[in-house]
């Protein structure tokens, strides 16, 4: 469970029992997984079993009437979504409800002639060091950013597009998971988006991490600023089932309220699912050879999760996706891209996690030479060194967390991608942080499960 392989964790509760029946702690530990991957009626039916071999298990108990409040907060707000989260905002701000009052002294957005604001890198910069002190943004300013943000994305594909001309590199980042102080780290040695040099976020920004508001917000900011030199992909953690457990969800209503959380979840539904980036220069006559697109160039299919749970699926197919307003679910194409994970025997097999499938260096392979992909940079799983080179090279894994929740001792990582299509790896420790532990927001459901 600790290691996150709820699918795993799942099978072994199972067979335990099946070979006995009455063993409470395999019931507890299997609701405790399907909570854990957002099946909460599922979890209500083992916790009942354990309350109905032990009627006294005052945790089962409360854990169970946890689990009701959940499952009926979801059907609640499924029946009150006639209105996006957006446009609402948008409206508040318009009947002049979300105004900056004098005695705020943080930084502030500039104002332009249509009474709007716009951005700039002075912000940024000053945005960045006012969280770094602990403090905390203007509501009005969180909203700017988001929306500002969101009308970026709005305007691109499932699969967006980046293409490395001469003299430009890509920087690939993964999982970031609310961790800020190494995300400024991180962007030490990246060094700020710019017209040569473009940043990409593989999902995975929030949730687990007690900074999450402040990662996010820099990371929209960037992208507002920098939109077509910042791309950001939706992760598995881009999502209200996992926001309600892993942390985000709390802490954006603790810092913000519950409509700026209601934004949050709207606009990570507008995040592009996966990122094709492409050289325009063609690779090094020195390297061996390899897959190439059609044109003869090297190009990198950037996404979260992973492949498919079919073969044939193409580059056009994944671009159409419908994803705003849109949560993955447990099956179909917008789930894969954010859920699998490679496996080291051929094939598929059934995920670890529980959700999504496990793909192996034979469907990697298939899947790349079908589309002219180079290979594939996926996160969402810790790499002990930052970063692991699979499926014969062709599916590499980069994960930028380090030291994940304070527990896990990995390194972080990140990709470089030049315009010949060349990759370089680099590697960085974690740095010291507040006295905040991990998941301070998260529900205590998913504190159980540390």
Same mark, same amino acid.
């Given at each position: 469970?600790?290691?996150? #392989?709820? !699918?795993?964790?799942?099978?072994?509760?199972?067979?335990?029992?099946?070979?006995?029946?009455?063993?409470? @702690?395999?019931?507890?530990?299997?609701?405790?997984?399907?909570?854990?991957?957002?099946?909460?009626?599922?979890?209500?039916?083992?916790?009942?079993?354990?309350?109905?071999? #032990?009627?006294?298990?005052?945790?089962?108990?409360?854990?169970?009437?946890?689990?009701?409040?959940?499952?009926? @907060?979801? *059907?609640?707000?499924?029946?009150?979504?006639?209105?996006?989260?957006?446009?609402?905002?948008?409206?508040?701000?318009? *009947?002049?409800?979300?105004?900056?009052?004098?005695?705020?002294?943080?930084?502030?957005?500039?104002?332009?002639?249509?009474?709007?604001?716009?951005?700039?890198?002075?912000?940024?910069?000053?945005?960045?060091?006012?969280?770094?002190?602990?403090?905390?943004?203007?509501?009005?300013?969180?909203?700017?950013?988001?929306? !500002?943000?969101?009308?970026?994305?709005?305007?691109?594909?499932?699969?967006?597009?980046?293409?490395?001309?001469?003299?430009?590199?890509?920087?690939?980042?993964?999982?970031?998971?609310?961790? &800020?102080?190494?995300?400024?780290?991180?962007?030490?040695?990246?060094?700020?988006?710019?017209?040569?040099?473009?940043?990409?976020?593989?999902?995975?920004?929030?949730?687990?991490?007690?900074?999450?508001?402040?990662?996010?917000?820099?990371?929209?900011?960037?992208?507002?600023?920098?939109?077509?030199?910042?791309?950001?992909?939706?992760?598995?953690?881009?999502?209200?089932?996992?926001?309600?457990?892993?942390?985000?969800?709390?802490?954006?209503?603790?810092?913000?309220?519950?409509?700026?959380?209601?934004?949050?979840?709207?606009?990570?539904?507008?995040?592009?699912?996966?990122?094709?980036?492409?050289?325009?220069?063609?690779?090094?006559?020195? #390297?061996?050879?390899?897959?190439?697109?059609?044109?003869?160039?090297?190009?990198?299919?950037?996404?979260?999760? !992973?492949?498919?749970?079919?073969?044939?699926?193409?580059?056009?197919?994944?671009?159409?996706?419908?994803?705003?307003?849109?949560?993955?679910?447990?099956?179909?194409?917008?789930? *894969?891209?954010?859920?699998?994970?490679?496996? *080291?025997?051929?094939?598929?097999?059934?995920?670890?996690?529980?959700?999504?499938?496990?793909?192996?260096?034979?469907?990697?392979?298939?899947?790349?030479?079908?589309?002219?992909?180079?290979?594939?940079?996926?996160?969402?799983?810790?790499?002990?060194? !930052?970063?692991?080179?699979?499926?014969?090279?062709?599916?590499?894994?980069?994960?930028?967390?380090?030291?994940?929740?304070?527990?896990?001792?990995? @390194?972080?990582?990140?990709?470089?991608?030049?315009?010949?299509?060349?990759?370089? &790896?680099?590697?960085?420790?974690?740095?010291?942080?507040?006295?905040?532990?991990?998941?301070?927001?998260?529900?205590?459901?998913?504190?159980?499960?540390?």
């Amino acid at each position: 469970m600790k290691l996150e #392989e709820q !699918g795993f964790a799942i099978s072994d509760a199972t067979k335990a029992i099946e070979l006995d029946p009455n063993y409470v @702690k395999a019931y507890y530990r299997r609701a405790l997984c399907q909570l854990a991957i957002f099946r909460p009626q599922k979890a209500v039916t083992d916790f009942k079993k354990v309350l109905a071999l #032990e009627p006294q298990n005052k945790l089962a108990r409360t854990q169970l009437e946890a689990t009701q409040k959940l499952i009926r @907060k979801v *059907e609640f707000e499924k029946a009150n979504e006639e209105q996006n989260a957006a446009e609402r905002c948008q409206d508040v701000i318009k *009947e002049g409800g979300c105004e900056v009052d004098s005695s705020y002294t943080g930084p502030r957005l500039e104002k332009v002639q249509n009474g709007g604001y716009k951005i700039t890198q002075d912000f940024v910069d000053s945005m960045l060091d006012w969280f770094k002190r602990g403090k905390t943004l203007h509501r009005r300013f969180v909203w700017e950013i988001v929306l !500002g943000c969101y009308n970026e994305l709005f305007k691109e594909d499932s699969l967006t597009d980046l293409l490395l001309e001469q003299g430009v590199t890509c920087d690939v980042i993964g999982d970031l998971h609310g961790q &800020y102080y190494d995300m400024l780290h991180l962007l030490s040695l990246t060094g700020r988006p710019s017209e040569t040099h473009c940043l990409l976020f593989n999902g995975d920004f929030v949730d687990r991490g007690s900074w999450s508001i402040e990662v996010v917000l820099a990371l929209f900011a960037y992208k507002w600023l920098y939109p077509r030199s910042v791309k950001l992909n939706r992760g598995n953690h881009e999502t209200k089932s996992m926001n309600s457990v892993y942390g985000f969800e709390g802490e954006a209503k603790h810092k913000h309220g519950e409509l700026t959380y209601k934004l949050f979840a709207h606009v990570f539904t507008a995040l592009p699912l996966a990122t094709l980036v492409s050289a325009s220069l063609p690779p090094t006559p020195s #390297e061996k050879p390899t897959i190439l697109s059609p044109e003869g160039r090297k190009r990198y299919f950037v996404v979260h999760g !992973g492949l498919f749970s079919r073969d044939g699926v193409t580059l056009d197919e994944i671009r159409k996706v419908p994803r705003i307003g849109q949560q993955p679910g447990n099956d179909g194409l917008m789930c *894969e891209l954010l859920w699998t994970d490679p496996q *080291e025997m051929p094939g598929r097999g059934p995920s670890k996690r529980g959700v999504g499938i496990g793909f192996g260096p034979d469907v990697t392979k298939r899947w790349c030479q079908l589309n002219g992909i180079t290979g594939v940079l996926r996160s969402h799983e810790v790499r002990q060194g !930052g970063y692991a080179v699979e499926h014969d090279g062709l599916c590499t894994t980069v994960f930028s967390a380090p030291n994940y929740v304070d527990q896990v001792g990995n @390194k972080g990582a990140y990709v470089r991608i030049d315009a010949n299509g060349t990759q370089a &790896y680099f590697t960085f420790d974690a740095k010291e942080h507040p006295p905040m532990r991990p998941m301070a927001y998260a529900s205590s459901m998913a504190n159980m499960m540390m």
